[in-house]
């Protein structure tokens, strides 16, 4: 499949900061760009996805943007909290989700 | 709904052994889709099933194989275990084939080959 990349590996912020987490791609034919969360031994959990019609959405603490041009997509999530502390993984999909390598979170009170 | 589930949670085989891992998708989904995630490899894909049929393929040896039955539920078998086929096998169901179907997962079957 097509790579994604995704920056940075680790991430610490503390409670109320922000984290922003980064990804490109080379499939310029990706319309379809999915977030997940996986805590420490669950599934990977949606949390917000975005579709190349648009470039930007939100969902309360959550958004993501969308850059085709260029062929990056961020995550930002604002005023962390400690239950946010999990691995995200980035995904564009092509024939298949090709994911990126994910994102360890730690926010720390 | 239901959520995705997956079947045995916990397996434990021995080299050269063969494995049968089962996935029941979200009511209504006809799609499922296999990945095997490592630390080292993060979450790759194996394949995908629509309508009993594979629709695509990842990049994994003949040794992994999987099927799907008329109600949408999902097998993959894993033949000639390898110490390297310790993983967790996640399925994840769609609605539909397609690149904008949204895919959710199943908790995963943690296999350890000794």
């Known amino acids: 499949g097509e790579n994604v990349e995704q920056h940075p590996s680790t991430l610490s912020v503390q409670e109320g900061d922000s984290a922003v987490i980064k990804c490109t791609y080379s499939d310029s034919a990706s319309n379809y760009f999915p977030w997940y969360k996986q805590e420490l031994g669950k599934r990977p959990q949606l949390i917000i996805d975005i579709r190349s019609n648009v470039g930007e959405k939100k969902d309360q603490r959550i958004a993501v943007t969308l850059n085709k041009t260029a062929k990056h997509f961020s995550l930002h999530i604002t005023e962390t909290q400690p239950e946010d502390s999990a691995v995200y993984f980035c995904a564009e999909s092509g024939y298949a989700l090709n994911f990126g390598k994910g994102t360890s979170l730690l926010v720390t009170p | 709904k239901a959520g995705v589930t997956q079947t045995p949670r916990y397996l434990i085989k021995t080299r050269g052994q063969q494995v049968t891992l089962s996935c029941s998708p979200i009511?209504?989904?006809?799609?499922v889709s296999w990945y095997q995630q490592t630390p080292g490899q993060g979450l790759q894909f194996l394949f995908e099933y629509f309508s009993e049929t594979q629709r695509n393929k990842g990049n994994f040896p003949g040794r992994f194989s999987g099927r799907q039955f008329s109600n949408s539920r999902s097998e993959m078998n894993v033949s000639t275990l390898e110490l390297g086929d310790s993983a967790l096998y996640l399925c994840?169901?769609?609605?539909?084939?397609?690149?904008?179907?949204?895919?959710?997962f199943g908790p995963g079957t943690r296999l350890l080959v000794l």
């Open positions: 994840a169901s769609s609605k539909g084939t397609g690149k904008e179907e949204t895919q959710y």
């Open positions: 009511s209504g989904h006809r799609s």
